[in-house]
């Protein structure tokens, strides 16, 4: 028996938001009612878009396939027997083999667009930042990517290239805003930043654990007003 690790990751998770709503304080979670009326409203928003010609993709999905781990091998190197020992002694050396497999995977976690700027514009911990800096931290950070053998989609791109990939979702998810030559990271993008930035935490570590996300956290003072844009 052979296990393949296999690694996959995404501009956009489509239960994104279902997912990280494990991190949110029991008493901010929505309802049944609002859940389902998200859905709806997704769904309904998405048959629009396809009937007039303007659904958009969903950015890139990427998968590598690691070194395969051989059962037989790995068994040589455990203590023998270790099978058809009881389950309560047996399952903490299993655990091993599963940890190994998670390693092997994380390895080769190829990183796309979207995580690589989320983790770019939460590294500097602000509001508003320059666009300038936040081009030359994703290009650091794919510096360090590659240091570490990280598998970047598009790697050989030019950065603002990689940027304009992220951008379109990023816009279109209502995450981050471009204020003249700045950006601004919206207080409410912030849980999907720090969602999509932790995929690829464990190549390129940014920032320490979050505590569990509050209506309260969405409140920033030092957010600036954005001027009103005109409908196009």
Not at 117 to 125: E, N, P, T, V
């Amino acid at each position: 028996m052979w296990f393949v690790p296999v690694a996959i990751n995404y501009d956009r998770v489509l239960e994104d938001r279902s997912l990280i709503r494990e991190l949110t304080d029991e008493r901010d979670r929505p309802g049944r009612l609002a859940q389902l009326f998200t859905v709806v409203s997704y769904l309904a928003s998405n048959t629009v878009r396809l009937l007039t010609g303007r659904l958009q993709r969903y950015g890139r999905a990427a998968v590598n396939f690691g070194t395969p781990l051989s059962l037989r091998a790995w068994l040589q190197t455990a203590p023998e027997g270790v099978l058809a020992w009881p389950k309560e002694r047996r399952l903490p050396e299993l655990e091993k083999l599963a940890r190994e497999m998670v390693t092997r995977i994380g390895a080769i976690l190829p990183v796309t667009p979207v995580p690589l700027a989320a983790a770019a514009l939460l590294s500097f911990d602000q509001t508003v930042i320059p666009r300038t800096a936040v081009l030359e931290r994703m290009d650091e950070l794919r510096d360090r990517l590659h240091g570490v053998n990280g598998k970047v989609v598009r790697g050989g791109a030019g950065i603002g290239d990689i940027w304009d990939r992220a951008w379109r979702m990023l816009r279109m998810r209502r995450l981050v805003v471009a204020e003249g030559d700045s950006l601004v990271v919206l207080p409410r993008g912030r849980p999907l930043l720090e969602y999509y930035a932790n995929s690829i935490a464990h190549l390129v570590p940014i920032r320490g654990p979050r505590r569990p996300f509050h209506k309260a956290h969405e409140v920033e003072s030092d957010l600036p007003r954005l001027k009103k844009r005109e409908e196009r």
